[in-house]
Nanobody
């Protein structure tokens, strides 16, 4: 089964941008991103399907963009205009299989 490894999370100031990287262990052309805060439920952040179509919840629409490099089995989450409420551990994976990487911490300070 596929495995995922997220990277790129760090501490940033509100309003800054950050790009997260998701490396898959095998060929993949669609991905889900999610995030979670301690004690909270997993929150869907966006998806990119096999046709290259993306979908996002209203909370991040217009600020977050998912892209892919199929040749490298790598997906990206570009996050702009970050807000303190975006602070969470971010995961990439497959929502339908509840399969995720180890996550990467994003902290946005005000």
């Amino acid at each position: 089964q596929l495995q995922f490894a997220e990277s790129g999370g760090r501490l940033v100031q509100a309003g800054e941008s950050l790009r997260l990287t998701c490396a898959a262990s095998g060929r993949i052309n669609e991905i889900d991103w999610s995030r979670q805060v301690p004690g909270g439920a997993r929150e869907w952040v966006g998806s990119l399907n096999s046709r290259g179509i993306t979908n996002y919840p209203e909370s991040v629409k217009g600020r977050f963009t998912i892209s892919r490099d199929i040749a490298k089995n790598t997906m990206y989450l570009q996050m702009n205009s970050l807000k303190p409420e975006d602070t969470a551990v971010y995961y990439c994976g497959q929502w339908g299989y509840d399969r995720w990487g180890q996550g990467t911490q994003v902290t946005v300070s005000s």
